[in-house]
């Protein structure tokens, strides 16, 4: 009579890779397959639509009924933007660097900070920790219209209107990457962290080289909101001297132009979309890929 041999980890993998097969048939694959296609187009169609409109003259624009797909397509829209910005007494240069100075710090700020206190939360018991965790959550009900006057009378004290800090400091403050960080670390096993003491790693270097690289689709999922919420957010209850606004403001006035206007309030929505559209294209496949190898548990 033969004994039951133990599969080895290799065995497993082919095993599970090659010989089992779906439940589903082939008609319930087709129909599976078609939904996402379909669904794909739902979501791509509005995307296509704005990149569309950016590229129509004024006249195609204005024709009603509306066409889909512009029939003469040019730049003549974002050459037309370019040069109204120009002609700004305050350089064009200067709101995309305060644009991009204050996301890259609020975001690598907020990642940071976030990071650490999941980290504490997450892997350690100290007393008043679930409670702070708890208000952290809470937090999340108030929207900025809520937190709007309270922050400002925070910034009013600590004298920093109408400075960057202004909007960096609410950015790198804010509980949503706290409790999406701490609920991806709570699955981190902390059998390799004790592992790491004993071979006497310091504890900064168990977070920064251990558990961070394990955590990339959690930060970089924060960064995914925080990059949206900064790039597009004009900031004229903070900032009020010309030279330190956001590039939103600038494109928001040009918007404001009326019908003459149209083309570029178009070309305005396809810049404002851009940058977090690029950046969670050059990181989708790096979450997808660490978010498949980094299902460790203890």
Known sequence: MKKNRVLGKEEKIHHYKYRRKPNRSIGGDIGVYLFLFLSSIVMIFPLVFIISSSLK???ELLRQ???????????RNFSDLFVTMSQSWVPFSRYVFNTLFV????????VIIASMAAYVLAKYKFPGGTAFFKLAVVALMFTGYVTGIPNYMIMCRLHMVDTYWSLILPAIGGSLGLFLMKQFMDGFPMSLIEAAKIDGAREFSIFWNLVMPNVKPAW??????S???LWNNPQTTYIYTESKKMLRYALDQIQLG???????????L?????VPIIFFICSQSQILETMATSGLKD
């Open 103 to 110: 996301t890259i710090v609020g975001t690598v700020g907020h």
């Open 227 to 229: 990059i949206t919420a």
């Open 65 to 75: 009924p509306p066409t889909f797909f512009a029939r003469n397509p040019s730049l």
């Open 258 to 268: 009326g019908i003459a206007r149209t083309g570029q309030a178009q070309a305005v």
């Open 220 to 225: 970089l999922t924060i960064s995914i909101f």
């Open 270 to 274: 396809v810049i404002s979309m851009s």
């Open 57 to 59: 003259p004024l006249g």
